[in-house]
């Protein structure tokens, strides 16, 4: 398995005679997928940034990237989009 392939997963098959080797393809894909889905920039781009220090909401990436490498100050709220 790949570096990034450090975790657990539950599949669920319907099929009682699942090949070995489409199986191992299979979690390989589901391993590829997740790697891409739970990346920073992906996570830059759900999140904004509400900091009631300044009065400002942050929504471009990068600039939510930057706030979340630092120490998050008080009254600085990471907020789902979603």
Do not use: W
Request: aromatic content about 12%; charged content about 25%; overall charge negative.
């Amino acid at each position: 398995m790949n570096a990034y392939s450090n975790r657990d997963l539950i599949i669920l098959s319907r099929y009682a005679d699942t090949d070995t080797a489409a199986f191992e393809q299979e979690v390989r894909s589901i391993h590829e997928i997740l790697y891409r889905v739970e990346g920073t920039e992906q996570f830059c781009q759900a999140h904004e940034v509400i900091d009631l220090n300044h009065y400002r909401i942050l929504e471009k990436s990068y600039l939510v990237r930057k706030i979340i490498s630092d120490p998050i100050k008080p009254f600085v709220f990471l907020f789902n989009k979603n």
